[in-house]
C-alpha cells in the first residue's frame, strides 16, 4: 500500500450515511483501511473523490492533486432543451450548492470531467457520454454487503400476495406507470404494495418543500403500506414479500440511464424482481437468464400474473438473479474495480487485481 496518501473525500452527506457514500468510495475506503478527511479545497490532497454533491463550480478549478469524480446518474443524457435540465445550474446557485454561477449545468459537468484525472460512472451508455471529455473512465456500481443481511428461500405465496418497492420517496412517481396494472391485478387476486423507504421527504433540490411519503404513496396505491428505510430491517421487509418491482419511465433519458443497482440488491437477497426494460435492466437480466423486463402495461400484468401463479417460477428468478450478483458484481470485484481507479492515477490501494473490463 502506498504510505502517507493524503485523500480528501467531497461526500452526499456531511455523516457519511447517504447510500452514494456507505456504497460507494466510503465502503471502499473503509474495506482497504484508507483514511481520508472530508476534502476542503483551500488544502492540498494527494487525490480528491468526488461525490454527485460535490461544488462543480469550486473543484472543477482546482489546482492542487488528482481528481477522481464519481458522476453516477445521466446527466449529460438529459436534452440539451429541458426545461429542469437548463434551471438546474441557476437551482444550485440560488440554493448555494454552487459557490459560483454555472448557468450551464451541462457544461458544468463537462468541464469538471475535463478536469477530473478519473472518472467513475455506472453504465456503458453513461461512459460514451464521458469519453469525449475524459479518457479514464470506469464502471463501477454499488456494494450492499451491509444491506442484504437476510436472503430469500421460501417462495410460498403470502395471502395477500405481497409486491414490494424500495427506493428514494422521490421517484414514488415510477409507480404511477403500473397503477392500471396494480388495479386490474387486484381484480383477480388480493394482493398489497409494500413500500420501503423514508417517511419524509423534499421534492426540490433535496432541501425544500418537505412532504409526507405517505400521502403521495396513497395517491397511488390507497393501501399501500409503508415501512421506514432502516439499514437493520430492510432485508428483512422486503424477504418478506413476494416480488420487487422496479418500473420506470422509458421516455425520460435520465431515468432510463440509470444502472443495475436497485436490481442487484434485490437479487442479493435471493427476490424475484421485474423491471422496465432499460439498457441496463435488459444487460442484467439476459446475463441471469431471465426475462422479466417490460415495456408496456400489458407485459407488465403478464409478468406479474405469471410469477403471482407459479411458485418454481419465482424460486427460479430468485436464484438465478442471485448467483448472477453474487458471480458478477461480488465485493471483491467491486473492491478490485476501485482499486484499478487508484491504479490508473499511479497509487496502489489494496489487493492487486487485473484491470478489469
Not at 104 to 120: G, K, L, N, Y
Not at 189 to 206: A, F, K, Q, S
Not at 304 to 332: I, M, P, Q, S, W
Request: net charge neutral; charged share 25%.
Amino acid at each position: 500500500m502506498t504510505m502517507g496518501l493524503r485523500i480528501g473525500y467531497v461526500p452526499m452527506t456531511p455523516a457519511l450515511d447517504a447510500p452514494g457514500d456507505r456504497r460507494r468510495f466510503v465502503r471502499y475506503a473503509r474495506a482497504r483501511n484508507l483514511r481520508f478527511e472530508i476534502a476542503d479545497p483551500s488544502r492540498e490532497y494527494d487525490v480528491v473523490i468526488l461525490s454527485q454533491r460535490a461544488d462543480l463550480s469550486v473543484w472543477s478549478r482546482y489546482p492542487k492533486g488528482r481528481l477522481v469524480y464519481d458522476l453516477i446518474d445521466s446527466y449529460l443524457a438529459i436534452p440539451r432543451g429541458d426545461i429542469k435540465g437548463r434551471l438546474r445550474g441557476l437551482a444550485k446557485f440560488v440554493s448555494r450548492q454552487s459557490h459560483y454561477p454555472q448557468l450551464d449545468h451541462w457544461m458544468a459537468i463537462e468541464a469538471m470531467c475535463r478536469r477530473a484525472d478519473a472518472v467513475v460512472c455506472s453504465t456503458e451508455e453513461q461512459k460514451r457520454d464521458i469519453a469525449p471529455f475524459c479518457s479514464n473512465v470506469h464502471i463501477i456500481l454499488d456494494a450492499h454487503s451491509m444491506v442484504t443481511r437476510t436472503v430469500k428461500h421460501d417462495y410460498v405465496a403470502s395471502q395477500p400476495f405481497r409486491l414490494v418497492w424500495e427506493g428514494m420517496p422521490q421517484n414514488l412517481d415510477s409507480l404511477d406507470l403500473i397503477r392500471p396494472v396494480l388495479e386490474k391485478l387486484r381484480q383477480k387476486h388480493p394482493i398489497e404494495l409494500h413500500l420501503v423507504t423514508d417517511l419524509e421527504y423534499c421534492r426540490y433540490l433535496g432541501r425544500y418543500g418537505r412532504s409526507s411519503t405517505l400521502e403521495t404513496a396513497r395517491r397511488i396505491f390507497p393501501d399501500a403500506q409503508l415501512h421506514e428505510w432502516k439499514e437493520e430491517d430492510c432485508a428483512d421487509i422486503i424477504c418478506a414479500c413476494d416480488i420487487a418491482v422496479i418500473p420506470l419511465i422509458l421516455d425520460d433519458p435520465f431515468i432510463v440511464g440509470k444502472p443495475e443497482n436497485k436490481l442487484l440488491l434485490f437479487w442479493r437477497m435471493g427476490m424475484p424482481v421485474v423491471t422496465s426494460a432499460t439498457p441496463a435492466y435488459a444487460r442484467a437480466m439476459q446475463g441471469a437468464g431471465l426475462d422479466l423486463t417490460c415495456s408496456d402495461k400489458e407485459q407488465w400484468l403478464s409478468t406479474l400474473e405469471r410469477l403471482l401463479a407459479d411458485e418454481a417460477v419465482r424460486r427460479d428468478a430468485g436464484c438465478r438473479g442471485k448467483d448472477y450478483a453474487d458471480h458478477e458484481f461480488g465485493e471483491d470485484r467491486l473492491l478490485a474495480r476501485w482499486d484499478a481507479v487508484f491504479a490508473s492515477l499511479g497509487f496502489t490501494c489494496g489487493a492487486q487485481a487485473p484491470m478489469l473490463p
